[in-house]
């Protein structure tokens, strides 16, 4: 499983090689080697006005329906732009599982949470092939501009339905790939658009319940899915 900062720094590896990385590992060793990578570098790139997901994330936020108290799972994290956005929407009494499988990137928005007073904020280092949250452990869980990099998106997904609660919620903000259409260059790594992904949440247990138009969203998609009925 790749956070969206992660996945930026393998696509930017790779595209700078002489030859393609033959899997993550090849990939993420280019990257370590790249000196002139950092965090600041990757937080400007990914937290830019450019990046729909950036210039939409209040919309995005209010999208969600955030009550004083819930408690919500940011999946591949990242740079903590959504984890911070969201512990301020739960309050006090709520509590933001900020995973990612990048300790730096952990690092990074403890930081971010203590210079904000944010105490509400739990990071939590992820596998490859879950999640490690909790059984019934989150209110809603919220995964934007990762799924398309989860490698086992099978394993990843029964371990978001095994952590959500009975009534609780999934949200994928997805790039939407349609047919017919050319692929953008930065978006090669997108191998299915909506309704392949549909297909394979719901082919693990879930349900879609909607699919929300949100304002400054027009090359992703915002859904809600809910756990399938025994």
Known sequence: MLSVL??????????????????????????????????????????VGSRELYSAREAVVAALSL??????????????LYTLLFADAVGAHGRVYAEDIE????????????????????AVLGRENDVTLPANSADIVFIAD??????????VMKSVLNALK??????IV???????????????HVRFGRAGVISEIEYVGFTLAEEKAVAGLEENYFLRFVKADE
Request: proline letters at 7%.
């Open 146 to 155: 990762t799924y398309h990099y989860f490698g086992d998106r099978e394993a």
């Open 174 to 188: 997805d790039y939407d790939l349609k047919p017919g259409e050319p692929r953008p260059e930065d978006k090669v």
């Open 6 to 47: 992660t996945a930026a720094m393998l696509a930017a590896a790779c595209s700078r090689s002489p030859a393609p990385a033959e899997n993550a590992a090849d990939a993420r060793t280019a990257v370590e080697a790249d000196d002139d990578l950092n965090l600041d570098v990757w937080l400007e790139r990914m937290e």
């Open 67 to 80: 009550e004083d108290g819930d408690v919500i799972a940011d999946i591949g994290a990242g740079t903590g």
């Open 166 to 171: 009975p009534e609780g919620s999934l949200i």
């Open 103 to 122: 300790p730096l990137f952990l690092d990074l928005i403890n930081r971010r949470a203590e210079d904000s007073g944010l105490e509400n904020i739990t």
